[in-house]
């Protein structure tokens, strides 16, 4: 099957498949399967492309592209990806830069990514501030086993262990996570049923941390329609400069405060 052949087939079948983007999706399945990049499968649409079927089939039950293509770019790094670990999104980007504005004034911080994953908050921030002291703790070994490879691969030292919200309480400069915030999967699109339940559902998260966190600066990521009740949750734990910022698609998607 040719390039052109198989970017027909891989868009026909992911839009029967119901996904929403099934041309950009069958252009990174053919890149991938010809090691090329997206845009230079257009170089020669007569090439002939192997072993897209097995990859075309995973995307074709809703895995996530990331899981399929196995990495997944975040700001500027490119993190391995897999069921062990959410899909880093670009709404998490946000994140990171209001983690990095705050953090402007201060050398050497210490700070604490809640909830690691696969080190995407807390490789970010290595990776743009060099001189941060960055810790990651999660509940799942196996995310961190992921994000300890994905630390090797890119050369960035980052602490990595076992642990929860009571790390908080060691003393930071800043303590930053995004948390389980989802009420349930029902309803939503069918890839979250692909990604970790425990990183993705649950509830309290947020005020756990707020209360247990010691630290200069807390940064949070919350669902759709929850920033406004977590601001003013952290008004009430005593934060000051509470502040909520919307991230790239306009959603209020980050809320931040100081001690």
């Not at 990495?71 to 709404?91: H, I, S, Y």
């Not at 247990?212 to 920033?227: C, I, K, M, S």
Request: glycine letters at 10%; aromatic letters at 4%; hydrophobic letters at 45%.
């Amino acid at each position: 099957m040719t390039a052109r052949e198989a970017l027909s087939e891989a868009e026909r079948r992911l839009g029967a498949a119901g996904i929403d983007t099934p041309r950009v999706d069958a252009e990174l399945l053919v890149a991938h399967a010809l090691g090329v990049s997206r845009t230079g499968v257009y170089a020669d649409l007569d090439a002939e492309v192997d072993g897209l079927e097995p990859l075309l089939a995973r995307r074709e039950r809703r895995e996530p592209l990331a899981y399929v293509l196995g990495e997944w770019g975040f700001r500027r790094l490119t993190l391995k990806t897999d069921a062990r670990a959410l899909v880093p999104r670009p709404e998490t980007e946000t994140v990171v830069e209001r983690a990095l504005a705050l953090l402007a004034g201060t050398a050497s911080p210490r700070v604490l990514d809640v909830g690691v994953g696969s080190g995407a908050i807390a490789l970010a921030l290595k990776d743009e501030r060099p001189d941060a002291r960055v810790t990651g703790v999660d509940v799942s070994l196996d995310a961190l086993a992921l994000a300890r490879e994905n630390a090797q691969r890119l050369g960035l030292d980052v602490e990595l262990c076992e642990g929860d919200v009571d790390t908080a309480a060691a003393g930071w400069d800043l303590v930053v996570s995004n948390p389980p915030y989802v009420a349930s999967l029902a309803g939503l699109q069918p890839e979250l049923a692909h990604e970790p339940e425990q990183a993705l559902v649950g509830a309290g998260f947020h005020e756990r941390l707020a209360r247990t966190a010691r630290t200069r600066f807390l940064v949070l990521e919350v669902g759709d329609g929850q920033a406004v009740d977590v601001a003013a949750m952290l008004e009430a734990e005593g934060y000051a400069g509470v502040r909520i910022t919307r991230d790239l698609a306009g959603r209020e998607r980050v809320v931040e405060g100081a001690r």
